[in-house]
Structures are given as C-alpha cells and as structure tokens.
C-alpha cells in the first residue's frame, strides 16, 4: 500500500521515518501531477510546497494550532495530508476547492484568495489567543515571497514587531516567483543575502536541491530575486532595523529537506515570540515540464498530458485576453502615451505582449493594486495614458485609488477587467461580479462591456481617447465567440441587435449577455411577444437611446454578469424614473451571495440566468397581466404546456 493511502490526517504523520517522509513526497508529487493535468488547476506551487508543508505538519498540531494560507492555491498538499484525498472532483461542483475551504475541514481558516492578507489573519489570530488564556496554541502562516509586494504585509508586520509575545511562526515560501518572477526595488537586495556565508553554506549542503533543475537553473537564479530579500536582507543585515522590529529569523532553510525544515520549524515554535522563518523552494519542484516552463513553472494549467506537459485541449477559439493584449499593442504604434500597468499578472491579463513590443511602456508593480491605481493617476498628470489590466476581482482592492486618486482628480487611466463575471471553478474570491455595482458610484465614471471582439477593439480605443476622467472596459474569461452584429447604431453608440414589430419587451443585455439576450427574445417570439435586444455597449452613464426605448416597450429586461444589488439595472431603474418613465423594469443578475466553485453554465442556471428561465418569467408576467399587450397571446394552459416541454 502506499503511504499516501494510509495518512488520513496530520497524526499520522508522526509514525513515519525520514526515509519514508522522502518516499511520502514522492507519491504527493506523483498524486498531484496525475490529478491536477486531468481536471486542470494549480500545480507547480503545489509541488513545491511537499517537503514544507509535511514539515509544518509534523510539527504542528492542526487544527489545534491554526495554519494560514496566504493566497492559498499551495493548499493542495495541506488538503492531502488533512483527510481529503478525493481529487477527482478538483474545483468542480460538489468537489473540492482549489482554495481553503471551511466547509471542507476544520484545518482550513482563510478562504479568500486574495494575496497578503496572511499575516494580518495570523496577528488576529494570535492576539485572540493570547487574549482568551489559549497561549498553548500556535499560529504558522505561509506567505510567498510574491506577496511580500503587498502592502498589507508590511502593515501586518509593522504590528505583530509591536506586540511580540505571541506563538506566531511567519514561514516566507521563497521560489522567487508570484505567478512571474518578483520584481520591485526589493528584489535589489538578492545578492545581499544569497551572498552571504549561511546561504553559501545552504547552496553547498543542498546540493541535490539545485542538482535536479537542469535548464531551469537559470530561470530559478534570475527569478528569486523576489522581494522577501530586500526584507530579510535588511534583517540580516541592518541592526537598527532588526532590533527595531524585533523579529527573531531562521534560515535560509532548504524547503525541499523535511528534516531541515522540521528544525528550523520547532525552534521557531519554542522560541515563544514571533520569529520569521525563510524557506527556500522551487516551483514545480520534481515535474520536469514544469521546471521546463520559465514563463511560470506551471502556475496553473489546464488540462494537460501528464507525461509531456502539453495541454490536450484542440480548441482554436481566440481568448479575451488575446484580444484585448494584441489590440493594446495595435493601439501603441500609434499612441506613445499609452503605458500598461499590472499588479503581478502580465501574462495572465494580456500586458507580455506590450512588454514584448515596448518594454520601456509596461509597469508591473507587483502584488500592489492600490499602489498601480495611484501610480496610474500620477502617470496621467503627467502626460501619459495608463492602462491598468488586472482581474475584475481585484479592483475591489483598490476602489479607493479609483475614487480618491483618479475620478477625483479627473485623471485619464483606462481599467482593463479580466475574468469579469462567473469564473468558475476559481471559487468565491476570484468571482468578477462585484464591479459594475462598485464602479457605477464613482462620478463621471464611463464603463464598457464588449460583447465580442470587434466590440472590445472598438470600445478600447474609444476609452483610450478619454483624457478627462476613469474608463472601465470589462470581460469574461474564456474565448469570445462569434461577432454579433447590430441591425442599427443609434446616435450615442447603442447597438439595436433585433427589433421586433411588436414592442413588448426591451432586453438591454449587458456585454458577454449579449446572445442570451437573443435567445430570450427567440423564445419569446414563439409566444407572440415581441423583444427588441439592444446592447448598451457603454453601460454607465445609462445612454439616452435607452431611456428613449424604455418609453415604447411595456418591460424593461436588463441582463448582467455581476451581481443585481445595485447593478446596472438598478441604474437603468433610476435613470428611467428620473426622465418620468414608468416602464417596469427586471433587473436580472447575480444574487448577492458568494458563489461556490463549479463551472460558469451551471452557476448562470442555478441563478436562473438561462434562456428558457427568462423567457418563462416574461410571459408569466405577461399571462398575469403585468404587461397588457394589445393582441392575444396563447392562452395560460398552451403556454404552461409549451414550457413544459421546454420549447421556451
């Protein structure tokens, strides 16, 4: 039997020799690879965390002692070794999460995926431990090297040196890379502590750590350079700093060396204050096609052949983010104002190919999207037009650089949104659907929602030509589909998709909604109710031509991907009742509620976002005269039986 078959918790742990713990890591490694390359997800921070992760468990008492993630898509191991070792569902509905899950397990804390927030958990944490006479319990958090870009670390730190006597152990998982290689002013100090005689003496003694590289020992030495040195660095080697903070810190320690780390861990746990221990590990640690891959060692893949690597997908279809990357770089031939702007994310936004053609004109800041947003304003003052690309998720991080920085100095910053809307088997935290009901409040703020490509060139020079104030430009992940061209374009830019002779019901379908919209008025039409389907294309401020339409039809349908509390409905709503307009209105959306993880068509269903659930809404309301028309309709029966064979 295998001995990943016989650990059923962290206890078990405990039975095993050094021989068998190296054995163990094997199997992990084999385990993840096999099950992560068929459902897709992240593997190569998962195989680089074996030998550390088995290491704090070994040493300690989870759930008893509490273990924080930050990010948390390098939980896999840690999910393993807590009982759950059903991969077979991996972020798909009714399986298990990509991420922490407190439903799951009692060793799971933080949920959220949202980077540098691990130690602020952990400073709460052992406060309350400390407050509530639990001073036997211990709190480990496990933070990359990238997260250290984050503000909220240093805040974090700042105040756990302030109070130190606490059981908290801060484990530094040092590879040198976020999704990417770190970079910032910090990642300076490499030198200063990998040149140092502990870290030779490390390099020397783990020599079959650096051994198994092969050709990505070059992408490993360029890319750990992150910005946990510039911090350890100045531990190490500014006193003043050091007894400032009051920080006890361990290492470097070989990561990948259990016994190494099981030390180095249960000094830090008797120490009886805060102490810092940094690991050094590598990503996609014993996966030759990950070490192979120097864009990203495999951060996360999608389904792929787990001997070679090599995705197994043959789909053809052109991305978003394909799109919006190429386009921007179209646009900067010609417009040597743009500069792209990313917060740790170039490849995953779109901006490595801005860099590729102007590397002087794209600005990774790190993990630090407050810190792009304000940096974007200044970069506006001063005469150029930034791009700032991250994922929709991750604005909400910086809504108050959006507000305070750049709308209110009327600064002209363009917000490219990735992965807006359902994203699916990400979970909770990396759903984009808070947006449009956060953005829409900022004054003068112009937001967009393309519906295909032509859509999304054509919007995004549009916003790039706006000098005087925020533009949002926002869609899903995935592939776009077919172009859907308009019947007309009114005056101020609203595309009519389908016009019916009969003017029943107005479907204002928000971007990527654009053909469900067409589906819905398809159905409808098989009832004698007539749907004009208009796209808005900019969504905030409502268009004229909107409130216009509203007063000929008899109901108002708005279609978005986010959330409906305060959506663009809302707005429309609002907008239509302020012109006199009493048209009713259905504000069709997300709930506002935190959705699990499964894929985008089955979350849209269970939200009731689905042609034929929005279609029998619409003549139910009409069957119960909630919208007269003026001929006759099948009667309730007819159309209770036609939906019941669901030709609705």
């Known amino acids: 039997m295998a001995i990943l078959e016989t650990v059923h918790g962290p206890r078990d742990l405990d039975r095993l020799s050094q021989e068998e713990l190296v054995q163990l890591s094997a199997e992990i490694r084999e385990f993840l690879v096999r099950e992560v390359a068929r459902s897709g997800g992240h593997l190569g921070p998962n195989l680089g965390v074996v030998e550390l992760t088995i290491a704090i468990h070994r040493v300690f008492d989870s759930p008893k002692d509490s273990i924080v993630f930050d990010t948390g898509h390098q939980s896999y191991v840690h999910k393993l070794l807590t009982g759950r070792q059903d991969f077979s569902k991996l972020r798909e509905k009714g399986g298990i999460a990509g991420?922490?899950?407190?439903?799951?397990?009692?060793?799971?804390?933080?949920e959220s995926s949202h980077a540098s927030s691990s130690l602020s958990w952990a400073d709460g944490i052992s406060r309350a431990f400390n407050m509530t006479g639990q001073d036997d319990r211990h709190v480990v958090a496990v933070?990359?090297?990238?997260?250290?870009?984050?503000?909220?670390?240093?805040?974090?730190?700042?105040?756990?040196?302030?109070?130190?006597?606490?059981?908290?152990?801060?484990?530094?998982?040092?590879n040198g890379r976020s999704y990417a290689p770190t970079i910032g002013g910090m990642a300076r100090y490499l030198d200063k502590v990998r040149t140092r005689k502990s870290y030779r003496n490390l390099h020397f003694t783990s020599s079959r750590m650096f051994a198994s590289m092969g050709p990505y020992a070059r992408a490993f030495y360029r890319g750990v350079r992150g910005g946990v040195h510039g911090f350890l660095s100045r531990f190490t080697n500014n006193q003043d700093l050091y007894a400032n903070l009051d920080i006890k810190y361990l290492g470097p320690v070989n990561g990948h060396d259990v016994k190494a780390?099981?030390?180095?861990?249960?000094?830090?746990?008797?120490?009886?204050?805060?102490?810092?221990?940094?690991?050094?590990?590598?990503?996609?640690?014993?996966?030759?096609?990950?070490?192979?891959?120097?864009?990203?060692?495999?951060h996360a893949v999608g389904q792929i052949d787990p001997v070679t690597g090599k995705s197994i997908s043959t789909s053809t279809a052109v991305g978003w983010t394909d799109v919006f990357g190429d386009e921007l770089v179209s646009l900067a031939e010609t417009n040597d104002s743009i500069v792209g702007i990313t917060a740790a994310m170039l490849r995953p936004t779109g901006l490595h190919k801005l860099l590729e053609r102007f590397p002087d004109r794209v600005i990774d800041v790190g993990i630090a999207e407050q810190h792009a947003v304000a940096s974007a304003a200044g970069l506006a003052f001063g005469g150029m037009h930034p791009v700032v690309a991250v994922y929709a998720t991750f604005i909400n991080r910086a809504f108050d650089q959006v507000l305070m920085d750049v709308a209110l100095h009327k600064a002209g910053v363009t917000f490219v949104l990735d992965r807006a809307g359902v994203t699916g088997p990400d979970g909770p935290s990396h759903h984009g659907v808070w947006d449009l009901s956060i953005l829409q409040v900022v004054p003068h703020i112009r937001l967009a929602a393309p519906r295909d490509a032509a859509r999304l060139r054509e919007e995004l020079a549009e916003a790039i030509a706006v000098t005087d104030g925020p533009t949002v430009i926002r869609f899903p992940r995935g592939s776009v589909a077919h172009d859907i061209e308009a019947v007309r374009r009114c005056a101020d830019g609203v595309d009519v998709l389908r016009e019916a002779a009969h003017k029943d019901v107005?479907?204002?379908?928000?971007?990527?909604?654009?053909?469900?919209?067409?589906?819905?008025?398809?159905?409808?039409?098989?009832?004698?109710?007539?749907?004009?389907?208009?796209?808005?294309?900019?969504?905030?401020?409502?268009?004229?031509?909107?409130?216009?339409?509203?007063?000929?039809?008899?109901?108002?349908?708005?279609?978005?991907?986010?959330?409906?509390?305060?959506?663009?409905?809302?707005?429309?709503?609002?907008?239509?009742r302020s012109a006199g307009v009493d048209t009713a209105v259905d504000e069709l959306g997300l709930p506002d509620e935190f959705l699990d993880h499964a894929s985008r068509n089955e979350i849209l269903a269970d939200a009731g976002l689905t042609a034929q659930d929005i279609a029998r809404d619409v003549v139910a309301q009409v069957l119960g005269s909630k919208i007269p028309v003026a001929r006759p309709l099948p009667d309730e029966?007819?159309?209770?039986?036609?939906?019941?064979?669901?030709?609705?």
């Open 99 to 110: 991420y922490p899950q407190r439903s799951e397990s009692v060793h799971d804390i933080v």
């Open 637 to 648: 029966g007819a159309v209770s039986e036609t939906f019941h064979n669901k030709n609705v």
């Open 143 to 174: 933070v990359g090297d990238g997260a250290l870009t984050g503000g909220m670390t240093w805040e974090a730190l700042n105040n756990i040196s302030h109070d130190n006597a606490r059981n908290l152990v801060i484990i530094v998982n040092d």
């Open 506 to 576: 107005l479907i204002v379908a928000i971007g990527a909604f654009a053909q469900l919209g067409l589906d819905v008025a398809d159905r409808l039409a098989q009832q004698g109710i007539g749907a004009t389907v208009v796209d808005p294309r900019w969504i905030v401020p409502v268009p004229g031509s909107i409130i216009d339409m509203a007063r000929d039809h008899r109901l108002v349908i708005s279609l978005e991907d986010g959330v409906r509390v305060g959506g663009i409905g809302t707005r429309i709503r609002q907008d239509l």
């Open 261 to 298: 780390m099981e030390s180095a861990l249960t000094q830090a746990k008797n120490y009886g204050a805060p102490v810092i221990v940094h690991a050094i590990t590598q990503k996609g640690k014993g996966y030759e096609p990950a070490q192979q891959d120097i864009d990203d060692q495999f």
